[in-house]
């Protein structure tokens, strides 16, 4: 670099001015690092990006190694898909929150469900009794499934579903539904989650153990490769990584080793890279760490693109594109002062936007108390149309490129993260990691280490350990109908009396024959779910061939 010597000296000669004027005006008593506690220097230079290679590290916008964009126009030719997440109660209630949601701007549905459809239950199990509807939606039938998306333009509109041990059935019900209503397979587009490796890491909603839970889900990988083109099968999964305490790095790490997996894995069953490497979608929390957040994105495509071009020598471009949403960090908001929760989702959403998301969900303000109000649901949205429409993020592309800050964090994210993939590539893997515990303590430390700073009082939260107020701040919150549980045990009670019994049990055996051998196991679930078996009946099956898993509980 021409001019190195000269800055050198004029950096050395700043620095002694900087600690001459530290002397006298000493530092803020602050912590000077990210929220993942790593250190932030006082100044950048062009000294600390001196090797950064624009062609090798950075280059264009959709072309290798994409950390500028995957598409060369992103949101000069299309902005982001705004997708909140929705799920209340039974599904008429969520039905109607997705027509207010989409009536408002929202250009894409996302679903939650409740804990029992999460576990793989229905409603009437002992074990879900209390829980329904009460984080989500209850879904037990594929009848339940039509009324969720009930006049809803879903060959129009791609959907996203937030469920891991029963992914393959839930699917298997979203196809079957769209199928009654004349909508072909193969134009349907979405997301199932799908990512069971993430659930044995961090957020803990288990079915079956981890390798029969690995080829349920090479199942949904191959079945839509070759039935559903459209579909991402799995949305590999960092967000919960980060919500259960994660630094950013570790997030991005055992994120892209979980992806890493996921391919090895459709690999040994035979499928090309490049069949179903493109649809591989990946899922990112943004937390509040402005800078870093942002590098983390940048990060975060660069290393997909290496790992899939030199690893598993993917020659597609769109194998090598690592294509993500984003939700802001509901583990920020906090119930004390609940309005600041808009503020901190704003910033979360507008580092997400300058990071190059494909798609965002932004928090409501009361997401920390109970499931959202349409008022503070229409807020996030409006948030998320604000940074679109008004605020310039979305005029240019990658804006904050060149930054010395941004690219020396940027590659500081990905070096680090690439000695985490090292380690669990020496373990044998991300399921080997797994047993071992590796990442779930890795979190667990973290996690710990950021509390106690929040306790010392080294890192602020507004509100929490700082500018603290006695007054209660009100906010309303949503109420679940008591009554709910009770009406959705007659709505599936229902189905069952009018279902023919002979074809339910006939799919079942068939389904329960099949996972004792090699078959995949898709066909077999469609079968059940159109023979209007429950969500509860078909992952009995699953549970009783393979086991179920239970957490070592390892601290």
């Given amino acids: 670099m021409a001019t190195r010597d000269p800055i050198e000296h004029e950096a050395r000669t700043w620095h002694q001015r900087y600690r001459d004027a530290v002397t006298k005006n000493p530092e803020r008593r602050a912590r000077f690092s990210t929220v993942s506690d790593h250190p932030i220097k006082e100044l950048y230079t062009p000294l600390d990006i001196q090797g950064l290679d624009y062609t090798r590290d950075l280059g264009f916008p959709g072309q290798f190694p994409f950390t500028r964009g995957v598409q060369p126009t ?14 209340l109660g039974s599904a008429k209630d969520t039905n109607e929150r997705f027509r207010l949601l989409v009536e408002a701007g ?12 999460l576990m793989g239950y229905d409603t009437d199990s002992p074990k879900a009794r209390g829980e329904c509807g009460r984080c989500g939606v209850a879904i037990d039938t594929l009848d339940d499934m039509e009324v969720l998306f009930e006049d809803l333009p879903i060959d129009q509109i791609t959907t996203s579903m937030t469920i891991n041990p029963p992914a393959p059935v839930l699917w298997a019900m979203y196809i079957a539904m769209a199928e009654k209503r004349g909508i072909p397979r193969r134009v349907l587009g979405g997301t199932i989650q799908n990512d069971m490796l993430k659930e044995f890491i961090a957020q803990k909603t288990f079915m079956l153990p981890p390798k029969p839970s690995m080829r349920l889900i090479t199942d949904t990988i191959e079945f839509g490769t070759k039935e559903v083109p459209k579909w991402n099968t799995i949305s590999i999964s960092g967000y919960h990584i980060r919500e259960a305490g994660s630094t950013a790095v570790q997030e991005l790490a055992f994120t892209l080793a979980d992806g890493i997996a996921y391919v090895e ?4 069953r035979g499928l090309e890279v490049d069949s179903f490497a493109p649809r591989l979608s990946f899922f ?15 990060a975060a495509r660069r290393m997909w693109a290496r790992i899939m071009k030199e690893r598993f020598k993917a020659k597609d471009q769109r194998s090598l594109w690592l294509r993500f949403h984003t939700q802001t960090a509901g583990c920020s908001l906090t119930a004390q002062q609940p309005y600041n929760n808009v503020v901190r989702t704003a910033l979360e959403a507008l580092a997400a936007v300058l990071g190059g998301t494909q798609s965002l969900h932004t928090n409501s303000l ?10 503070a649901a229409t807020i996030a949205l ?3 149309q604000i940074i679109a429409e008004e605020s310039g993020a979305a005029h240019t592309i990658d804006p904050l490129a060149g930054s010395y800050f941004l690219e020396r964090l940027t590659t500081e994210i990905e070096e680090q993260a690439f000695e985490y993939i090292k380690k669990i590539d020496d373990m044998g893997g991300m399921v080997a990691a797994i047993e071992r515990n590796y990442p779930q303590m890795e979190i667990a430390d973290a996690a710990y280490a950021y509390q106690t700073q929040i306790d010392t009082n080294e890192k602020t939260v507004v509100g929490v350990n700082k500018y603290a107020t006695e007054e209660a701040i009100p906010v309303d919150i949503l109420h679940i109908d008591p009554h709910l549980e009770a009406q959705q045990i007659e709505r599936t009670n229902r189905v069952k009396e009018q279902r023919q019994r002979e074809a339910v049990a006939a799919a079942l055996e068939r389904l329960g024959e099949a996972a004792q051998g090699t078959d995949n196991l898709m066909p077999f679930i469609l079968d059940a779910v159109n023979a209007h078996a429950t969500e509860q009946e078909i992952c009995d099956v699953l549970r009783e061939i393979f086991g179920v898993y239970r957490d070592p509980g390892v601290y």
């Fill in 265 to 268: 894995s459709a690999l040994a």
């Fill in 382 to 384: 409006r948030t998320q």
């Fill in 74 to 87: 992103m949101y000069r030719g299309k902005l982001w898909t705004m997708r909140m997440f929705a799920g």
């Fill in 284 to 298: 990112f929390n943004s937390h509040l760490d402005f800078f870093e957040e942002i590098a983390k994105f940048r």
């Fill in 106 to 117: 929202q250009t894409g549905l996302s679903t939650a469900f409740d804990m029992p459809t």
């Fill in 366 to 375: 009361d997401e920390v108390l109970a499931l959202p109000t349409e008022e």
